[in-house]
């Protein structure tokens, strides 16, 4: 069976996965059976694929000080909440307006944004963004409260991924979706793809998390990440093992 490992940087992570697929296998060769996923698992599958590039991007484009980032709203009593369209218009307002000061600073201003429409109407808008000055993020939200919480030194952020992913899902289950996308992101992100090579049957079943000997000393092994299943539909219906690695500190 053609089994492959994928290794991707980003930032201060090193994901490693094992899996089986059928793209690296030799011409003529049977395909084994799959189990089509589903629906309730075909979701879960698309959940933790928007989750793991989400981390990916995050992890790979911003550090410890940077911002997660949320914008609520102001909601007087016997007002209406603002709709999608002015959520959307307003969240472009405060983008250009930021992105003119940085660039009168020469700053190269990075983000991932998320809206938000919670199950109860609250509205908010999330967002990943790099440092800046505080003062010019209250200058251009005019709409209610600024909550700046900065990333923490582990470089690992996918917890926060997982809690933006939710809240995402949320939004883009209802009719008031503000877009059909999870995320909107600047141009300049930098988008991590992992190096996949082939491996023996006999790799495979290591499945003892390992440190490559180019990552040896420099980086720990999570324990907290190490997954590994038999029969996933995620992956065709085999089996995967995976892990991350972190940057010491």
């Known amino acids: ?53 989400l981390r990916r991007l995050i992890n790979a484009n911003f550090v410890p000080g940077d911002y997660h980032l949320v914008l609520s709203y102001a909601h007087p009593k ?19 307006g930021i992105r003119k000061d ?3 600073m020469e700053s190269d201003l990075k983000y991932i944004h998320v809206p ?21 993020i209250n200058r251009h939200w005019t ?14 952020y996918a917890k926060l991924a997982a809690y933006l992913i939710k809240y995402a899902n949320e939004t883009i289950g209802t ?16 988008h991590p793809e992992p190096k ?3 491996i023996t049957n006999r790799e ?10 180019r990552f040896k000393g420099k980086y720990i092994l999570d324990k907290s990440t190490v997954e590994s299943g038999t029969i996933s539909p995620e992956y065709g219906g085999f089996g995967f093992f995976r892990y991350t690695l972190i940057m010491r500190c």
């Open 1 to 53: 069976m053609p089994y492959v490992e994928s290794i991707c940087r980003a930032g201060k992570t090193v994901e490693i996965e094992r899996y089986y697929t059928a793209r690296y296998g030799k011409r003529g060769q049977k395909r084994s059976e799959r189990r089509k996923p589903t629906r309730d698992e075909q979701r879960e599958i698309n959940n933790r694929h928007a989750e793991k590039k």
């Open 78 to 96: 016997g007002t209406d909440p603002r709709t999608p369209d002015e959520m959307k218009e307003d969240i472009r307002k405060f983008l250009r």
């Open 102 to 104: 940085c660039k009168l």
């Open 116 to 136: 938000e429409i919670g199950k109860k109407g609250a509205r908010h808008h999330h967002l990943v963004i790099s440092k800046i000055n505080p003062d010019i």
């Open 143 to 156: 709409h209610g409260f600024v909550h700046i919480n900065p990333l923490d030194h582990s470089g690992n």
């Open 175 to 190: 009719t008031e979706a503000i877009t059909g996308k999870r995320w909107n992101s600047s141009r300049n992100l930098i």
């Open 196 to 198: 996949v090579k082939v």
């Open 204 to 213: 495979w079943y290591r499945t003892e998390p390992k440190i490559p000997n």
